[in-house]
């Protein structure tokens, strides 16, 4: 009997000793991360992994802009981008999935069978080509032009909503018909109130994009101008080989700050990012 | 399952004609039945509302009518008749005898006629449905006043759109932005396909030209280009083959393993573990990757540890390199299996929490009896949880990998200005070992503006990816699927 039960406890904690080392495993580059962001040492350290002296340095660098390193600016651009882009998409966004989700009307099977066909081709190929057309309109480098390319097609991205509407019982809508209630009213007055998480889910993913993305910011905002550059780009363009030397911790500092607002974010989205990816197939 | 998804592929096409030739049949007997008003609204767009006395309406299709003829003379006209040729005239300095100076003649942009001719078109295309449903409309119209029913005033007209006809109110914009952001866009890089447009035809200074399908055969391998396309195709190809095949089948496994560890009654915290695994997910994508390039760098920290340990020394003894490093991300080889190993390490927490959410609902009484009888935690896996894992998530197998196909970010942010390839039939040809087929037309437009020859990688792309994806064709728009709890 005693036997089993050291048994049991030894397997318990071998148990834990595993995922215990993979979690290190895996957090071993984001230990280093803000281990990094505290040296005291500008360029990147290659003989210890910890840093040799510790200091605060660098993030006070952060905030003092010079002609590289403008992360306020950044990080502002890349605000602004991201609340447009919001509002856009997820007003794109739900009122597709709700007009194929709820709604009947002869176009709707070709019209999502349209959508799965563009979604095949790679997005960096229409990119390019709105690419020109954005600087035939001279809308490269700017808000306007980054903002379209987040949002324009966002109407695109409804199957994950459209899952979630599916699962309302259409008898509520029936009712409120028999009712009287023009579909308007149904949509802004009993569907959205009741859809939450999928509004959550949503707002949060759309948002979360602009800051997300490197390589379309990289293909508009092509000017070379640091004051439009999104946060990504900023970072990415402070590791060149002629800078990293004197940026590399800086990059590490702002890589830091910029991770925690998404990181909580992203922690808030995943819930119905499970529940989306998986709700409907599981209950089918 | 393979059938029947074809069935429902060939299903959606059939779907996509018999809508089309419905609209048609409806035309056809609009015009054909219709009274004089009707046929003359096939002229002038706002007679049918007129005869029916709604006047607003009337005005408003003369407008769009107008508008279009308008759009017509002023703008097409300037851009679609030199479509065949793509432009003839090419930028000249010309002597003006009126201002006596040198100004630019009247030239030729290849890209604006492409660019502008394909929007006439699409604005015609829009013009013809809007005419024809007109004219049903109008029809339709004219069989209401014969019957003697109502005919709405254009308020109630107006109030139609937040009624039966809501779903054009919401349709309306996010198909436009569809249109001007991912479909126009597409057709323009198909035309490209079929151009010259490179960097020694680009407009505005120079003019491109129809080329026919020079660039799919150079890309294949023929035409006897100096620059050897189908070289590099053929390699790039595979290796977007078995990248693609590797990290999705690695990240998938791994996540289901991991969350069955985790899910385990034995894990204390599961809570914290699964947390700490997030992490690294929820931390973007540009900062985690360039961070762990400049962690495997060859004068990076990984490369001084093993040097410190005897690793580096170990493996240049055995004759695995041949520097004084190891080339992690730099050398062909190494490379591929260190982005397929760190994709392990970006990949598994986004799959373990999706197998997570579906292995909550793993039928636990099958699991409980096998269990009673007996069987290890292998054979459960195997019998048990792997077949129901592929049954839910099947199909989101078929999407991951083509996702992975366009998996432009892990192989960009990994390999870009530190990976050089050594490999002259490739570097002819712009592309390096460990490209992707999307990084490789990337950096194509980007840095060599060859776009003639990236709009056609483009084109196989989405042959590729549509291949796959008609296996996964039923699932993915839910099919048969949605009303199940409607």
């Known amino acids: ?284 | 399952m393979g059938k029947k998804s074809k069935n429902g592929f060939i299903a959606a096409v059939g779907g996509v004609f018999g809508a089309i030739g419905r609209f048609l049949a409806d035309f056809g007997s609009a015009v054909a039945k219709g009274d004089a008003f009707v046929k003359l609204s096939l002229l002038w767009w706002g007679a049918g509302y007129a005869r029916r006395k709604q006047y607003v309406k009337a005005a408003i299709m003369t407008a769009l009518e107008a508008g279009l003829i308008l759009f017509t003379i002023f703008f097409a006209l300037d851009y679609v008749p030199k479509f065949g040729s793509l432009g003839t005239v090419k930028p000249e300095k010309v002597f003006n005898m009126k201002t006596m100076k040198n100004e630019w003649n009247d030239y030729d942009n290849s890209f604006l006629i492409l660019l502008f001719s394909l929007f006439s078109f699409v604005v015609w295309a829009a013009g013809i449905i809007i005419w024809m449903k007109n004219v049903v409309n109008v029809y339709r119209l004219q069989l209401k006043a014969e019957a003697g029913e109502h005919i709405n005033t254009f308020r109630e007209d107006l109030h139609s759109y937040v009624e039966e006809k809501f779903h054009i109110t919401l349709l309306t914009l996010p198909v436009l932005g569809i249109t001007v952001f991912t479909f126009v866009p597409i057709l323009l890089l198909i035309l490209v396909a079929f151009t010259n447009y490179d960097q020694q035809h680009m407009p505005p200074t120079n003019l491109f030209s129809w080329n026919g399908f020079n660039n799919f055969i150079s890309l294949f391998g023929g035409g006897g280009m100096t620059i050897t396309f189908g070289y590099a195709f053929v390699r790039v190809l595979g290796w977007t083959l078995v990248w693609a095949f590797f990290a999705t089948f690695t990240t998938y496994i791994g996540g289901i393993l991991l969350s069955i560890l985790l899910n385990s009654q034995k894990t204390r915290l599961p809570r914290m573990w699964r947390t700490l695994f997030i992490i690294t997910i929820a931390v973007p994508q540009f900062v985690s990757l360039l961070l762990v390039r400049n962690f495997f760098a060859n004068g990076g920290i990984v490369n001084t540890i093993c040097a410190n340990i005897g690793l580096t020394g170990f493996l240049r003894d055995i004759g695995l390199i041949s520097t004084s490093y190891i080339p992690f991300l730099s050398a062909p080889g190494w490379a591929h299996v260190m982005i397929i190993l760190i994709n392990i390490w970006i990949g598994i927490p986004y799959q373990m929490l999706i197998a997570t959410g579906v292995l909550m609902n793993l039928p636990s009484d099958q699991v409980e009896s096998a269990r009673v009888d007996g069987a290890k935690p292998f054979q459960i896996f195997k019998s048990i949880t792997m077949p129901y894992m592929l049954f839910v998530t099947g199909p989101a197998l078929v999407t991951d990998f083509v996702k992975n196909i366009n998996n432009f970010n892990v192989i960009y942010l990994l390999t870009e200005g530190v990976y050089t390839t050594t490999n002259q039939a490739m570097a002819n040809s712009q592309a390096k070992e460990v490209d992707l087929l999307v990084t490789w037309l990337f950096r194509l437009t980007q840095d060599y503006y060859n776009y003639k020859m990236a709009s056609t990688i483009g084109i196989i792309v989405f042959i590729i990816c549509a291949l796959f994806t008609l296996f996964a064709f039923n699932r993915m728009i839910g099919n048969g699927r949605e009303e199940d709890y409607q």
């Open chain 1, 1 to 284: 009997m005693r036997k089993m039960k050291s048994n049991r406890a030894s397997s318990i904690i071998l148990h834990n000793v595993l995922i215990a080392f993979l979690a290190f495993v895996w957090l071993i580059p984001i230990i280093w991360l803000v281990c990094t962001s505290f040296s005291a040492y500008s360029g990147m350290n290659t003989s210890t992994f910890f840093p040799r002296e510790w200091s605060l340095i660098h993030y006070q660098k952060l905030f003092q802009p010079d002609t590289v390193q403008q992360f306020p600016r950044w990080f502002m651009n890349t605000f602004i981008v991201a609340c447009f882009t919001t509002v856009i998409s997820t007003a794109f966004v739900l009122m597709v999935a709700y007009a194929t989700s709820v709604m009947r009307f002869p176009m709707r099977k070709p019209l999502m069978n349209m959508g799965v066909i563009l979604n095949l081709f790679p997005g960096m190929l229409s990119m390019i080509a709105v690419y020109f057309v954005l600087k035939t309109f001279n809308l490269t480098n700017s808000y306007a032009g980054l903002i379209m390319v987040y949002s324009g097609s966002a109407g695109l991205g409804y199957l994950i909503a459209k899952g979630f509407f599916d699962t309302i019982p259409r008898a509520l809508c029936e009712a409120a018909r028999l009712d009287g209630c023009s579909e308007a009213r149904i949509f802004s007055t009993i569907i959205i109130p009741m859809s939450r998480p999928i509004i959550v889910y949503t707002v949060i993913s759309s948002f979360l994009g602009p800051w997300m993305d490197f390589v379309f910011a990289k293909m508009i905002l092509n000017a070379g101008i640091s004051e439009n550059y999104t946060v990504a780009v900023g970072l990415y363009k402070m590791l060149d080989k002629s800078l990293i030397n004197s940026y590399f911790t800086i990059f590490c500092c702002g890589g830091v700050l910029v991770s925690i607002p998404i990181s909580i974010l992203f922690f808030i989205m995943q819930k119905f990012y499970v529940e989306g990816v998986t709700g409907g197939a599981v209950k089918g």
